[in-house]
């Protein structure tokens, strides 16, 4: 999904966007600018879903490999 941004610097949502953040006219948004360089649009006050593992996002380590996670299993180890 695109769109163009006119010389204003303005930019017309699509009509997927609008509904599914439910924006009508005179609604505010927010811009939220990741470390990645994507731009997220969230409708102004609007609380993200909350996503409980995503706290843990890389920060494990190496841990153990397969074969000596099979071999703990089966009491060889």
Avoid: C, H, N, Y
Wanted: aromatic letters at 2%; proline letters at 6%; zero cysteines.
């Amino acid at each position: 999904m695109s769109a163009t941004v006119t010389d204003a610097g303005q930019v017309t949502l699509p009509q997927d966007v609008l509904e599914t953040l439910k924006l009508k006219p005179g609604s505010r948004v927010d811009f939220r600018i990741e470390s990645d360089g994507r731009v997220v649009l969230l409708k102004a006050g609007a609380t993200e879903p909350v996503r409980p593992l995503e706290k843990w996002r890389g920060i494990a380590g190496p841990g153990m490999s397969t074969d000596e996670i099979m071999e703990m299993t089966r009491g060889e180890g």
